[in-house]
Each structure stands twice: as C-alpha cells, then as structure tokens.
Nanobody
Framework: QVQLVEAGGGLVQAGGSLTLSCAAS????????MGWYRQAPGKQREWVAI???????NYADSVKGRFTISRDNAKNTVYLQMNSLKPEDTAVYYC???????????????WGQGTQVTVSS
C-alpha cells in the first residue's frame, strides 16, 4: 500500500553535485523519520543521513559538510543534496521511511528501489 520512488541518480565527475529525491505514496497517515542509505559494490549497506519529522538531521562522518538531507512534508518527499562528490561516493542509494498507515495503524519501515550514483575520476 506504500511505495517509495527514487529519482535523480546518474553519472557525475568528481567535485560535481547531484540531488536525489524520494517520494512516498499510498495510504499514509504519518511519516516519522526519513533517511538515506547507500551500498557500494562488495560492501555492506551504509547509513548516510537521517531527518526526523521535526526537521532534526544527522549525517555519517564520511558525508558531513558535503551532503544535505531535507524533506517536504506536503509532498511526502525526502531529498539528498550531494556536493563535492568523490569517487568513493559511488554506490546505489536507497531511501528509507518509517510510516504509519491508515489501514493497519502500524509503523513500518519502507525502502525505495535504489538509484545508482557514479562518480568518475
């Protein structure tokens, strides 16, 4: 009943910028925290950033000062602005959201389908 759709991935040169988006749709009563994870080839999934329903944010040390997470509650969308990209940022990026639904009155974590970010040089 709930789906997260990501967009914005692509190929960019080192030092460039990219912005990802993740929109939630379905029978949504409330969205709590939203966040981003990434998984590079041969590595485990890594937490990147989180934003609470109140707008508080936190970041992994590897992206602090370069990435910015934000959300638009009216659109049920979370964003990840990535600046000063490095080759080591190359990964599949997944959004995540903790969502309470009308139908079940439960809180469930949903995942986006993933979007590829490739940083060259």
């Amino acid at each position: 009943q709930v789906q997260l759709v990501e967009a914005g991935g692509g190929l960019v040169q080192a030092g460039g910028s990219l912005t990802l988006s993740c929109a939630a749709s379905g029978s949504i009563f409330r969205i709590n925290a939203m966040g981003w994870y990434r998984q590079a080839p041969g590595k485990q999934r890594e937490w990147v950033a989180i934003i609470t329903s109140g707008g508080s944010t936190n970041y992994a040390d590897s992206v602090k000062g370069r990435f910015t997470i934000s959300r638009d509650n009216a659109k049920n969308t979370v964003y990840l602005q990535m600046n000063s990209l490095k080759p080591e940022d190359t990964a599949v990026y997944y959004c995540n959201a903790d969502i309470q639904e009308y139908s079940y009155s439960v809180s469930v974590r949903y995942w986006g389908q993933g979007t590829q970010v490739t940083v060259s040089s």
